[in-house]
């Protein structure tokens, strides 16, 4: 079963990779709530000038506050305790379903071979993501 876990941990780090998939790990909100509050503040100090530099200010405070936060997402899945990484690989074998295979290289070719199938368990990884470990999904350009 061990194996079957890592074959699916595998698939799944490879599909984040190809999206170029990051995630949030702790409250991004923080930083956009430091830009937003301090670019108010000096508009109720200085006017349209004011929210210009409250802006540029929070801003960087904003980036300073989540440095280090935005991890690949490849990096999470490998970084999940053995439960989670259970769970999400239950999670994608249910869409699997039947499935058989011998290696992770063909798990991978049946499944980057077949775009509904990828689309699920995308969706399937995403959504066990967002929903257990609390992160929020970005897309790198």
């Not at 830009?35 to 000038?49: D, K, N, T, V």
Request: hydrophobic share 45%.
């Amino acid at each position: 079963m061990t194996e079957r876990v890592d074959d699916v941990m595998r698939l799944c780090c490879e599909l984040s990779a190809n999206q170029q998939m990051k995630t949030a790990v702790k409250h991004s909100g923080k930083g956009a709530a430091a830009a937003g509050g301090l670019a108010f503040a000096g508009g109720l100090i200085g006017g349209p000038l004011g929210i210009a530099v409250g802006g540029a200010v929070g801003g960087l405070l904003g980036c300073w506050m989540t440095s280090g936060q935005f991890k690949p997402l490849p990096q999470v899945i490998m970084e999940m305790t053995s439960d989670q990484q259970q769970k999400l690989c239950a999670d994608v074998m249910s869409i699997l379903g039947s499935i058989q295979w011998t290696d992770v290289a063909q798990l991978m070719a049946v499944v980057m071979g077949n775009a509904c199938l990828k689309q699920q368990v995308t969706a399937a990884l995403l959504n066990y993501v967002q929903r257990e470990l609390q992160a929020e999904i970005h897309y790198i350009d």
